[in-house]
């Protein structure tokens, strides 16, 4: 779904976008893009309550688009190029078993803390809750990219971040990898 919406703002020359979560009453877990202090889309997953509340019992994405400031910003905006990195980006996942009160804000909130250089960009792309794992327990699917813009990262380079950043998931928020 962000790929999408990234895909429609970038078609109105709107790119360099931030994405940052968002704690909202509609979704168990979203994002919200934004370019500069404007925020342009919020997204996520539905709450189940609200689900409920319309007798869906099914997952539901959903997407709401600020038009008025997707306009305003597309109308000042100029396209510029810039020259692709000759270093390559390398993308590491970790499936975390996590309390269920663990947001996706905190753990991107505390790898944006742990590696701030070199970390590019946190995703969230699964979230399982059910058999097979603990009561009180949900498995967070999170990729991790990571490039350094002067020189080729080492094998030995990403794993020290990646440890880095699995000891600060464990020790503060309690997190096990599957």
């Known amino acids: 779904m ?15 976008l931030k994405a940052s979560p968002i704690q909202s009453d509609v979704f168990s877990e979203g994002l ?20 409920k509340h319309f007798g869906i019992s099914q997952t539901v994405l959903f997407a709401d688009f ?10 000042y905006n100029r396209i510029s190029f810039t ?5 390559p980006e390398v993308r590491r996942d970790f499936a975390l078993l996590i309390d269920k009160s663990v947001t996706f804000e905190s753990i991107y909130t505390l790898a944006k803390q742990t590696e701030k250089q070199l970390l590019k960009s946190v995703n969230l792309f699964d979230v399982y809750e059910g058999k097979n794992l603990p009561a009180g327990k949900k498995s967070y699917a999170v990729s991790f990219t990571i490039q350094d813009e002067s020189k080729t990262l080492t094998d030995k380079q990403i794993d020290k971040i990646m440890n880095k950043l699995q000891a600060n998931f464990e020790k503060q928020l309690g997190a096990e990898l599957r």
């Not at 703002?9 to 360099?16: D, E, P």
């Not at 600020?66 to 109308?75: H, L, M, V, Y």
Request: avoid cysteine; charged fraction near 30%; aromatic fraction near 8%.
């Open 2 to 16: 962000k790929g999408t919406i990234e895909s429609i703002l970038a078609r109105l020359g709107i790119t360099k």
């Open 32 to 51: 919200v893009l934004s370019f500069g202090k404007t925020k342009l889309v919020e997204f996520g997953v539905v709450k189940k309550s609200v689900l």
């Open 83 to 87: 020259s692709i990195s000759k270093y």
């Open 66 to 75: 600020n038009w008025d400031d997707i306009i305003e910003t597309a109308k």
